[in-house]
């Protein structure tokens, strides 16, 4: 039985939490299944996402706490996803608690001023912590700068120009090295700088395992290796994930993260003009949405590439679950969105996500995401806590 904390959902109104607890059957496995439980509340009955098997006897009732402490965040109304470790690995919450209390704020804070002078900042930094883990597993090595002798992963085009944010983790890395010096991972940093990007664009938080450690090795080449591609069809994307660890409902919940960021006309022209000898275009695009993405990315124009169009048109700011309402409409930008609706294999878990509400998807994307991140950690022989994050000490 895996060792997952449950996760509690706080609510605050003007300072006064007022809630009823309730019982959840649990099912004959010792697990409770997705919305099966409720919490009373001034604002109503909310559906909560249990993500542990409890320690209960098969056939008792589970007894959900809500936690006590609440959190103020931008309305009186608040929304806490914690989601502790569960992998076997020795990563831990609150690691840096006495070594270096202030990290997480001072990442926070680095990402609040990135993103008050571009907003976009976020996608490019949950992106990068997606990146850095398909290689060579969550070691930070993404944000190594090239050397004269080794052209890096971030100087891929996979990584590059998609990835943005490396100035905001190295100002994050410089002020922490300045409070507590040889003490953060970068690697931990990436982790927290994704995390909180979610948080300001979809509302997400969770707890970050950390205790990495910091990789000494970067390879432009190994990112396709690696990295699956947009032009991969849903076996092949189920295949790729499946060999990093992750399960085919997790790789659907992290897609969710394509509700926001654009895409340079290189990655979707194959599914317009070369989908394959039969069709040119992908015959489960609906034909508008075709002709729409034709009119700003004709076939053949100089720099045709600087051609941008976003994502999830809906909601293109905002990290929620409307990205798989665009699949159902056949309105996935990518051959590697679309064909999540049209595989047999994943169709399900699209339309699931369809009809739930979006702060279950929330709760399933924070659970992926720290999930994927306690995959194929170093230890400590294998690497370092680097002085500066672009370069190995």
């Known amino acids: 039985m895996l060792l997952i904390d449950v996760c509690s959902l706080v609510y605050k109104e003007l300072n006064q939490l007022s809630v009823s607890f309730t019982y959840c059957s649990m099912q004959s496995d010792g697990s409770i299944p997705f ?48 989601v502790l470790p569960w992998t076997s690995t020795s990563l831990k919450v609150d690691f840096y608690k006495t070594t270096c209390p202030s990290a997480e704020a001072i990442v926070r804070r680095a990402i609040n001023k990135a993103v008050s002078l571009n907003p976009g900042i976020v996608v490019g930094l949950i992106r990068m912590h997606f990146h850095d883990y398909f290689v060579r597993g969550c070691d930070g090595s993404v944000l190594l700068e090239s050397t004269p002798s080794n052209p890096s992963e971030r100087e891929h085009p996979a ?33 927290f700088a994704a995390r909180d990007s979610a948080s300001k664009v979809g509302g997400i938080n969770y707890a970050v395992p950390i205790e990495r450690i910091d990789g000494r090795v970067s390879i432009s080449n190994e990112v396709a290796q690696n990295l699956p591609p947009p032009t991969f069809n849903a076996q092949q994307l189920i295949n790729s994930f499946k060999r990093k660890g992750l399960s085919v409902d997790e790789m659907v919940t992290l897609f969710g993260a394509h509700s926001i960021g654009v895409s340079h006309y290189s990655s979707f022209s194959n599914h317009l003009y070369s989908f394959n000898a039969m069709f040119p275009q992908d015959p489960s695009m609906d034909p508008k949405f075709g002709t729409l993405l034709k009119t700003k990315c004709p076939p053949c124009s100089n720099d045709i590439d600087d051609n941008i169009v976003a994502l999830d048109a809906s909601t293109p700011n905002r990290l929620d679950n409307n990205y798989y309402r665009g699949l159902k409409n056949h309105r996935g930008l990518l051959t590697s969105d679309q064909t999540l609706l049209t595989s047999p294999s994943t169709k399900p878990m699209v339309l699931s996500n369809v009809k739930q509400a979006s702060s279950i998807w929330a709760l399933k994307f924070a659970k992926a995401m720290v999930h994927m991140g306690s995959i194929d950690v170093l230890t400590a022989s294998q690497g370092e806590i680097r002085k500066s994050c672009s370069v190995v000490n």
């Not at 559906?47 to 103020?72: D, Q, T």
């Not at 890395?173 to 010096?181: F, L, S």
Request: proline share 5%; aromatic share 6%.
């Open 35 to 82: 919305g099966s439980c409720q919490i009373n509340t001034t604002l109503g009955k909310l559906i909560i996402l249990n993500l542990r098997p409890l320690p209960c006897m098969m056939g008792y009732k589970a007894f959900i706490k809500v936690e006590s402490e609440c959190y103020k965040w931008l309305s009186s109304l608040v929304l806490i996803l914690l």
């Open 159 to 191: 990584d590059n120009p998609s990835l943005r944010g490396f100035e905001v983790i190295n100002e994050a890395k410089a002020q922490i090295e300045a409070e507590c010096p040889h003490t953060v991972l970068c690697v931990d940093i990436l982790a």
